[in-house]
């Protein structure tokens, strides 16, 4: 009897490595998409301290818009990688996509126990 694809990636590295990557991926795009906004906010917070008020900023500006959709896209780029490794995970493991590395991590290990 011939092997699912799903016995196929769960006996195979191909699954945790591809998890692994989505989950990077995921990693990536929220600290991007947190940084530009923090470092929008910092700025403010510092321009308020050095003149001791409430500075004038153009929220409705063109580079402001620019910089929260750009925001926003690589917001929704992190949910849909970790989207796409929790459903990779459930699939193949049958765990959420931490459990499935440590899992996956096993099994490499033991392939390499002679």
């Keep these: 009897m011939k092997p699912t694809v799903r016995q196929v990636l769960a006996d195979s590295q191909v699954a945790g490595v591809a998890i692994l990557i989505a989950l ?3 990693l990536v795009s929220a600290a991007i998409g947190t940084g530009r906004v923090l470092s929008f906010t910092i700025g403010y917070l510092a321009t308020a301290l050095a003149i001791r008020g409430i500075p004038y900023e153009h929220f409705g500006s063109e580079g402001a818009w620019l910089m929260q959709t750009i925001s926003f896209w690589v917001f929704v780029d992190a949910l849909v990688c970790l989207g796409w490794a929790w459903i990779l995970a459930r699939w ?3 765990h959420g996509p931490l459990g499935s590395l440590k ?5 490499f290990a033991r392939s390499f126990h002679v």
């Design 24 to 26: 990077l991926s995921a």
């Design 92 to 94: 193949v493991f049958g």
């Design 103 to 107: 899992k996956s991590i096993g099994q």
